[in-house]
């Protein structure tokens, strides 16, 4: 079964970029054609979809976070990653890696939290 | 943006009733549903999927209906480990919107 599995820091200052990094088993991105998903759950609250990236670079973003956000593909080495600029505490939040579209065959990444603070 | 509406936010059961949780979408969606379940400390995970579709890893006690823009979650016979969150997605149009979780609890 294709695995997922979130990598990056954990503090991110205030005004700073938050950057994340999705690994994705097997080398599945490259023998896909698939969207792949960030997704973001502050604490205590519900689910944010933040954007996703296709295998050949398309990407959708939500509109909430268009002006800062940027996500890429590495298909060499089957990873997706997600930056987030200017960020603040609003941001805190653990965020997933997650293929929603074969969610039926690829569960979500365990998550990592980031939290945003001087 | 589609809005999803749950409800409710919170509920309390006991071991071997009957639960129902509803999702709103804010225009029609189809069948373009899904339900997840998050256990505590855990990542979302898919529960019914074209709104009443199981996976193959879903206890039968799980069950979903509901189209265009309403749609229902039911566990017959509630257990002690459907202690979660459970929280709907509709994946007709991006960005792709979330309820914002039921907490089902156990008494």
């Known amino acids: 079964q294709v695995q997922l599995q979130e990598s990056g820091p954990g503090l991110v200052k205030p005004s700073q970029t938050l950057s994340l990094t999705c690994t994705v088993s097997?080398?599945?991105?490259?023998?896909?054609?698939?969207?792949w998903d960030w997704i973001r759950q502050p604490a205590g609250e519900g689910l944010e979809w933040i954007g996703r990236?296709?295998?050949?670079?398309?990407?959708n973003y939500n509109p909430s976070f268009k002006s800062r956000v940027t996500i890429s593909v590495d298909t060499s080495n089957s990873l997706f990653s997600l930056k987030l600029s200017s960020v603040t505490a609003a941001d805190t939040a653990v965020y997933y890696c997650?293929?929603?579209?074969?969610?039926?065959?690829?569960?979500w990444g365990q998550g990592t939290l980031v939290t945003v603070s001087s | 943006d589609i809005q999803m509406t749950q409800s409710p936010s919170s509920l309390s059961a006991s071991v071997g009733d009957r639960v129902t949780i509803t999702c709103r979408a804010s225009?029609?969606?189809?069948?373009?549903l899904y339900w997840y379940q998050q256990k505590p400390g855990e990542a979302p995970k898919l529960l019914i999927y074209?709104?009443?579709r199981l996976p193959s890893w879903v206890p039968s006690r799980f069950s979903g209906g509901g189209s265009e823009t309403e749609f229902t979650l039911t566990i017959n016979s509630l257990q002690a480990e459907d202690l979660a969150v459970y929280h709907c997605?509709?994946?007709?149009?991006?960005?792709?919107?979330f309820g914002q979780g039921t907490k089902v609890e156990i008494k």
């Open positions: 074209d709104a009443s």
């Open positions: 997650a293929n929603l579209e074969l969610a039926t065959l690829i569960p």
């Open positions: 990236i296709h295998s050949s670079g398309t990407t």
């Open positions: 225009q029609s969606i189809n069948r373009y």
């Open positions: 997605q509709q994946n007709y149009r991006t960005p792709w919107t």
């Open positions: 097997d080398g599945a991105i490259s023998s896909g054609s698939d969207y």
